[in-house]
Every structure is written in structure tokens, then in C-alpha cells.
């Protein structure tokens, strides 16, 4: 009980531990709040404002000002010519700090002015003078829109925008349409943490994920030392780091780093990888029917490899049977996972999947809480969750599920891998512990042997000499014959007990007791002693069973409240039972317990039923005014008969 409690305490504080480091760790996460102006004639949705938010668009010829004419959609017309560079401009009432300008443009060239003056342009050739500049089309597209940070004394100025237009086809004169780019105005603060926000959603996990499979990695090499070689262990981690290179794939400065683009998707290629190598993990740890898994990751790794091949254009060209070549991972991944779920759910007897198929169990019944919560107390998140399914499920079904079920199976596949590292590690360690017990019984024991040995062989040479002493005093004095003989008997009974019932195991644990029990002063009793040569019981369970009988016993018997402290031991097989009785004195009881199965009292009693569990359960336990006596009785094998 006291175990318990401490573990409980343990596992409280480090929880609260954790959840009071969590949200600073997560806090980069999400960005500042945003104070955005959208200064667009744009709506988001592609439509014309009502409201022009004070821009006037105009062409400038040399301080020859003419208004541009709305066309309703977001459109101006009235150019002089095509390719006619056109203004537009308004005065800046909004007020921030750090004022940063976002315009975006892709093929188009700008330049920008306050107040006539110029803070940036794509031409710094040109005359760059309002009413003066003639701005060219680019020949590419930019890959970012153009950011511009204000001065502070910008409230209050005009911000006026020239911006280049298109020639379309071989008429000058043609009555062009021009759209004026869009515009906002936020905070430069807002923009940085939006930067680190992004860069810390894809770093924490990642980095997560790395130290996942460092520590699997850092597993495996210590249970090599151990003497065990895990190969799961390395695949877990491959998989690990594969979703890692998944997450940094997915960044959208990746390809600032790694250049690009590539002929295959590699967000996409690392994120089947990973399933293979989690289909491979899986039929690693199976046991039965190992065929299913190992076919479900075949099929799935050569998908990939299919569905690569077919992206670089090695297979087919593009048509319908393209798409579905490339979808083709996609689709087996979404049939395997769940294969290798419900297989753990069918094979609960082994370790792994029972870890694997609870954890799995827990995190489901989790996630349903966390939506009937949010339903309670955040609606409004509820209804987010749903509109983004609704909308994963319109757009590709198998797409917006197969994520969240690798997510369960890795999750489960990790937390059933380590509590069984943790499970082989502590019946190492018992395992340990058990063998230095029995080393140290097997010595007392021999040591115990030996005394006897020492004992019997005194008694031997001295043998002649009792006899014929003996024969003189029936002669001359028989009445100092009795005495005399008590005394040798005497000498007899202090000779230590050595049991020899045929099973080497079970006479080193009790051979050990008895020699510390005869030191005590114990009396011993050995009604019978008889074994087979192998019990039906591990060394681990009989060790700890055998240690903790005796150990009672001799606690029991060396009470000071007891008057004539003795065990008695019988060993003896009956009905195909090996039965193991142990009788000790005890101190005196007020009332007399009646036979009972088990009493709950006792960790020593404890830990014996909870072996016996294993073994039939046969236990027996009589409570007498000073004595006590348990008998177990295990069930021989039919050749034991």
C-alpha cells in the first residue's frame, strides 16, 4: 500500500510538472494578436467592395491626372495605351506599431511612394517620379509578395502605389482592364511571430520525433549490451525519423534549404514511408498469423514504390490511370493500418498488442471525451471540428483519415513498445534478484551440508567409545547407563537437518531456511521428504514461494511470545499433487481461527497466493490457539504421475 501511494505521488507530480512546462513550450506556437488592415479593393472571395477604403486609382501623365473608371468586378478601365503604368493612392488614418506594408504582386513591377516619396520600387533605373515612371512587366513570378516597412511618421501621409500593366495582344489600342493589387497593413511584431509560429510548429514536433527515435535507438543499443538484440527497436525509430522528415518536408521554407521542386511530392513520399516501416514494426511484434502483416506491408511499400515511379513520369503518362497509380499508396495505407489494429485487438494474449490494443482503446474513448467537452463548453470549437471534417471528407475521404489512424496506430505502437521494454526489464532485474537469492540459500546450504558432514563424522569416530563405555557402566554401574544415553541422544538432535527430496531446487531454498532456522533455536521436524525431480513451477515462482513459506514460519516461530518454537515440514506427492505442508509455533491467540482458504493479512501471504493463482490456486491455511500451519498443493504433470 505504501508502494502504491508513493507511486501515485510520483506520477501526480511529474504530471504537474509537465503540464506547468507545456504551455511554455508551446507558447511560440501561436502568433501575437494580429492588428491586420486589409486595404484591398478586394474581397477575399474575389468580389468588388462597395466601399473604395479611400483609394483613388488614376493615371498620371506628367501631372495629367485622370480618374480610372470602376467596371463593378474590381477592375478599373480608361488607360491612354496599353502597358500605361497606373497610381493608386490613399491617405494612411490607421495607426501601429512597427507599420509594415504587404502588397501583393506577382508578374507586376511597383513602386511606392509617401508623400511624393519614394520608399521602394522593383526599378530603381527608372524615373522613379510619380507621373514620370513607366514601369515594365517582370518576366516571372515572384515567389513572395513585396513587404515594405513604413517610417513611424507615417500617419496621416498619402501612400500612393504605381503599378505596371499588361500589353495584350497586337492592338494598342485596346480598351484594357487593370486591377490595382492588394494591400494590407499590420504590425511588424505580428508578422515576426507569425514567422516564429510557423517555424515552432514544425520544429516542436519534429524535434519530438527525433528524440523518440534517439531514445528507441539508445534502447536497443542497451539491450544489446544486455544481451538481447531487439530489432523492432531500430524499425520504431526509423519510423520516427521518417515522420520527422514528413513534418520538415511540409515546412514552407523547405525548399529554401533543399532547393526544388522535385519530380515526386516528398511530404508525401516520407509520410508512406513511414507507414511502411510501421507495418514492418508491427509484423516484427507479431507472433500468430504473422502472414497478414507481413503481406499488408509488402503491398504497402510497393505501392510507394509505384506511385513514386509513376509521379516522375516512369510509368505511364498522364491520364486517369496516372491519378489512380498515384493514389494508390494512399488507398493500400488506409486498408493496412487498420489491419494491423484490429489484428492487436485479436491477439491480446501477447504483451505488445494487449498494451497496444488498451492504449489504442484509451485514446479513442479520450478523443470522443474531448468532443463532447468541446461540445459542452466550447461550441464553437465543436463546430470548427466539424466544418473542417465536413470539408476533409468532400475533398478526399481516405486523405482526411488515414492521418489521424496512423497517428493512433504510431502512438500505440510507441507507448505498447516501451511498457514492454519496461515489463522485460523489471523480470530482468527479478529474475536478478532471485538468482542471487537462491545463489545465497545454496550456499547456506552447502555450508549447512558441510556442518553436518563435520558433525556425523565426530560422531562416528566417537561411536566405539560410546559403545564401550556403554558396555562397562551394564557391567559396573547400570544406573549411569540411561543418563549416559540421553546425553548421546542429545548430541544427536543437535545434528542440522539436510532435506534430499529429489528436486536440487527445492533442497537448496529449504536446506538455506533450515540452517538459519537452527541457528535461531529453532526445533525441526521433517515428517517426509519427498519430491519429483522437476515441479511444474518456475524457478522464479518457486523460489519466491518456498522463501516466503519458510520465511513466516521462522518470523513465527522466533516470536518471543512463543513457549517451544519449532517447524515441521512435510514434502510428499499425492493424486498427482505435490503437496508442501509447513507447520510452525506462534504466538498465543486469544480465540481459535477456524480453516480458512486465505486470510488477507500478511504481505508474505499475499505474495504467496498470488503465485498460487497460477498454479490452481490450492491453498490451505489452518490458525490454531499457537500454532500455524499453510499447506499449497500443485498439479504434477502426467508423466509425474
Known amino acids: 500500500m505504501k508502494r502504491l501511494f508513493k507511486i501515485i505521488i510520483s506520477v501526480l507530480i511529474a504530471a504537474i510538472i509537465c503540464a506547468a512546462a507545456l504551455p511554455a513550450l508551446l507558447c511560440f506556437t501561436h502568433p501575437m494578436d494580429e492588428r491586420t488592415y486589409n486595404l484591398s479593393m478586394f474581397a477575399e472571395d474575389g468580389e468588388s467592395k462597395t466601399e473604395d477604403k479611400g483609394w483613388t486609382v488614376f493615371i498620371n ?81 515572384r515567389a513572395e509578395p513585396v513587404i515594405i516597412s513604413l517610417p513611424s511618421d507615417y500617419h496621416g501621409k498619402k501612400l500612393t502605389v504605381a503599378q505596371s500593366s499588361p500589353v495584350i495582344g497586337e492592338n494598342q489600342n485596346y480598351p484594357q482592364k487593370v486591377y490595382p493589387s492588394e494591400v494590407s497593413l499590420y504590425c511588424g511584431y505580428s508578422y515576426e511571430s507569425a514567422l516564429i509560429a510557423d517555424a515552432s510548429e514544425t520544429a516542436i514536433p519534429a524535434a519530438l520525433l527525433f528524440a523518440l527515435g534517439i531514445l528507441m535507438l539508445a534502447a536497443f543499443v542497451w539491450s544489446a549490451f544486455e544481451g538481447a538484440f531487439i530489432v523492432s527497436l531500430p524499425v520504431i525509430a526509423l519510423t520516427a525519423l521518417l515522420g520527422m522528415c514528413e513534418i520538415l518536408a511540409s515546412a514552407p521554407f523547405f525548399y529554401k534549404y533543399f532547393g526544388g521542386p522535385f519530380k515526386t511530392d516528398l511530404t508525401e513520399l516520407f509520410f508512406y514511408l513511414s507507414i511502411g516501416m510501421l507495418l514492418i514494426f508491427f509484423t516484427i511484434k507479431a507472433r500468430r498469423k504473422r502472414w497478414i502483416l507481413l503481406m499488408a506491408a509488402l503491398v504497402q511499400i510497393c505501392s510507394t514504390a509505384v506511385g513514386v515511379l509513376t509521379e516522375c513520369g516512369l510509368i505511364v503518362e498522364y491520364s486517369q490511370l496516372y491519378v489512380n497509380l498515384v493514389f494508390l499508396p494512399m488507398n493500400i495505407s488506409l486498408i493496412a493500418l487498420p489491419t494491423a489494429l484490429i489484428y492487436s485487438f485479436f491477439h491480446m494474449r501477447n504483451a505488445f498488442h494487449r498494451y497496444m490494443s488498451q492504449t489504442a482503446l484509451g485514446l479513442i474513448v479520450c478523443s470522443a471525451v474531448f468532443l463532447l467537452l468541446c461540445v459542452v463548453f466550447a461550441p464553437e470549437r465543436f463546430d470548427s471540428v466539424i466544418r473542417n471534417a465536413i470539408e476533409g471528407v468532400q475533398l478526399f475521404v481516405p486523405k482526411f483519415i488515414l492521418r489521424p489512424v496512423w497517428g493512433l496506430c504510431f502512438i500505440s505502437g510507441i507507448i505498447a513498445q516501451t511498457a514492454e521494454l519496461l515489463q522485460n526489464e523489471i523480470r530482468r532485474r527479478s529474475e536478478a534478484s532471485i538468482l542471487a537469492v537462491k545463489n545465497e540459500l545454496a550456499m547456506k546450504s552447502c555450508e549447512n551440508i558441510k556442518r553436518q558432514s563435520d558433525e556425523i563424522m565426530a560422531i562416528r569416530h566417537d561411536t566405539q567409545k560410546h559403545y564401550a563405555a556403554l558396555r562397562a557402566m551394564l557391567d559396573k554401574a547400570p544406573e549411569r547407563a540411561v543418563g549416559y544415553l540421553d546425553t548421546l541422544i542429545g548430541e544427536l538432535s543437535q545434528i542440522r537437518p539436510v532435506i534430499n527430496s529429489g528436486c536440487e531446487v527445492l533442497d537448496i531454498l529449504i536446506n538455506g531456511k533450515l540452517s538459519a532456522a537452527k541457528d535461531m533455536g529453532i526445533r525441526l521436524d521433517i515428517v517426509r521428504a519427498q519430491a519429483p525431480k522437476t515441479l511444474p513451477v518456475s524457478d522464479s515462482d518457486l523460489c519466491s514461494l518456498i522463501v516466503n513459506i519458510l520465511d513466516n514460519a521462522i518470523n513465527s ?85
Open 557 to 641: 516461530a522466533s516470536d518471543p511470545k512463543t513457549s517451544e518454537p519449532y517447524i515441521c515440514l512435510d514434502l510428499h506427492c499425492k493424486n498427482n499433487y505435490f503437496v508442501f505442508s509447513c507447520e510452525n509455533s506462534a504466538p498465543v491467540q486469544e480465540k481459535e481461527c477456524k480453516k480458512i482458504s486465505m486470510p488477507e493479512h500478511g504481505y508474505g501471504l499475499k505474495i504467496i497466493r498470488h503465485i498460487m493463482r497460477k498454479y490452481g490456486d490450492m491453498v490451505s491455511v489452518k490458525r490454531g490457539v499457537d500454532t500455524f500451519k499453510i499447506s499449497v498443493a500443485i498439479l504434477l504433470n502426467q508423466s509425474d504421475k
Open 61 to 141: 501623365n506628367q501631372g495629367q491626372i485622370k480618374e480610372l473608371t470602376p467596371d463593378g468586378t474590381g477592375g478599373f478601365t480608361g488607360l491612354d495605351y496599353a502597358g500605361q503604368t497606373f497610381y493608386f493612392s490613399r491617405t494612411m488614418e490607421e495607426e501601429l506599431d512597427s507599420p509594415t506594408l504587404r502588397i501583393g504582386v506577382a508578374n507586376r513591377t511597383v513602386s511606392v511612394f509617401l508623400d511624393d516619396t519614394l520608399i521602394y520600387t522593383d526599378c530603381p533605373d527608372a524615373d522613379n517620379r510619380i507621373g514620370y515612371v513607366s514601369l515594365p512587366m517582370l518576366e516571372f513570378d
